[in-house]
């Protein structure tokens, strides 16, 4: 990251940009548009949305003239304005997975089953693959970084996303040699798991989020989903089912993520955990064994110890992305990855009483939350991860508010190409 600004002058020196792909122009998506349109060396050449006026709007809306747009749904016709230095505004992912001029794509759809398509696709087409799309990568992560890793492109989730801050902070200490405890974030909102698009409107309104989107952070599925990316790229685990998610300011952290027999709630380290009361942050908890180190860290007001907490207060979402675009881009490095497989899991919960014969939704919708379980647990309870669970999905029995759901109580659509690829790291990399 220190090294992007001299590097992307060197490129341009050389004449070369790097060319980014864009899937996706909601909030997070057009947030990158406009910070990328301000970093010289890289470009948000080609933006796909399903209502192609927002991706022209999120062009223009950085600054890009409208004659410098192009709106074209035919590859070949990409690939030649795409030459010309020209914007190209599409509805077809395929062309973001498959231009010739492209170095990276961005997933930012937040949807399941299309994260999953376009990271195979673009790792088909040797383009690296930025994950947005964390609800994807929770799912079948693993899968992907494999295939990525044998492709010879990277895969990775996005600097400026809650895990990905929160790697960094592990990074950090891991790099000087402490011992790392408790990894996780604080919760932005309060958790409501009843929490529907329909409760959740006029705040969503106002703060320019889909209700869905906002209803998948105010039920806790988000923050679950969050914490399973980030034990999946640490072999960090939960300590308990749907973890503590104590209630405590940022001084007395180190005191309740604690031991049990250290007064804390903990029944083991090396656990991820959400903490409401210092959200937007995103937290480490560290000690060490050597007591000349403990004394500096005193003497640094670090605290009393033996816990010490590293803090990042704030984490910039999409607006952090082109740090990760550009170590994918020019070190072929990732900011984190499932590279301890599938670790934990999110899996599907109740919202509400369901019917047999009943069709459910979605993450953010009125039938389902999800809660953070250890992936051992998950597999011999036969449980299910909820970003396989969508509008396809029909109850097989009735199904009680609060059930955990497992693969005997519903009927997936086996035919998207998520439950496929979790089918497959399941057999194949467990």
């Known amino acids: 990251m220190f090294t992007m600004n001299k590097k992307l002058k060197e490129l341009l020196d ?5 060319r980014v792909a864009i899937i996706g122009a909601g909030k ?15 470009v948000p050449a080609l933006v796909v949305n399903r209502r192609i006026e927002k991706a022209i709007d999120a062009l223009l809306s950085s600054g890009i003239p409208k004659e410098e747009i192009i709106e074209t749904n035919s590859l070949k016709e990409a690939n030649y304005y795409l030459e010309k230095g020209k914007f190209v505004v599409s509805e077809y992912i395929e062309l973001a997975t498959k231009a010739s001029i492209i170095d990276a794509v961005v997933d930012a759809t937040g949807v399941p089953e299309v994260g999953a398509t376009v990271a195979l696709d673009a790792i088909d087409n ?13 799912v079948v992560g693993p899968i992907l970084y494999k295939k990525a890793t044998d492709a010879g492109v990277v895969y990775t989730g996005t600097a400026g996303d809650e895990p990905g801050a929160t790697m960094e902070l592990y990074n950090f200490a891991k790099g000087l040699g402490f011992d790392i405890l408790v990894i996780g974030k604080g919760k932005n909102n309060p958790l409501n798991v009843d929490a529907t698009p329909d409760t959740v409107y006029d705040d969503a309104i106002k703060k320019g989020l889909k ?9 806790g599925t988000n923050t679950m989903i969050e914490l399973t990316s980030l034990a999946n790229a640490t072999g960090f685990i939960p300590d308990i089912r749907g973890c503590h998610g104590v209630e405590c300011d940022i001084n007395n952290l ?13 029944s083991r380290y090396g656990v991820v955990d959400f903490v409401k009361g210092i959200a937007p942050g995103v937290f480490a908890i560290i000690t060490t064994k050597l007591e000349e180190v403990h004394r500096q860290m005193e003497y640094l007001n670090m605290g009393s110890g033996p816990n010490y907490v590293l803090y990042r207060p704030y984490h910039l979402t999409s607006l952090e992305t082109p740090v990760t675009i550009f170590e994918a881009c020019y070190y072929k490095e990732a900011t984190i990855a499932p590279t301890e497989g599938q670790v934990a899991d999110t899996i599907a919960v109740a919202k509400r009483d369901l019917k047999a014969g009943e069709r459910l939704d979605s993450i953010g919708g009125y039938t389902v939350y999800g809660v953070i379980e250890r992936h051992e647990l998950v597999m011999k309870e036969k449980l299910v991860p909820i970003g396989l669970i969508d509008e396809n999905t029909v109850a097989k029995r009735d199904i009680k508010k609060g059930e955990i759901i497992s693969y005997d109580m519903v009927e997936l659509d086996k035919s998207k190409t998520i439950y496929k690829l979790r089918k497959l790291q399941d057999e194949t990399i467990g």
């Open 211 to 219: 209700p869905r989107m906002l209803t998948g952070f105010v039920d």
């Open 254 to 266: 180190t005191k309740i993520l604690s031991l049990k027999e250290e007064g804390g709630v903990l």
């Open 126 to 138: 040797k383009k690296h693959i930025i994950m947005l799309n964390i609800e994807a990568d929770a």
């Open 28 to 42: 997070m998506g057009k947030g990158l548009i406009n910070q990328m349109s301000r970093i010289e060396g890289m």
């Open 14 to 18: 050389k004449g070369k940009k790097i």
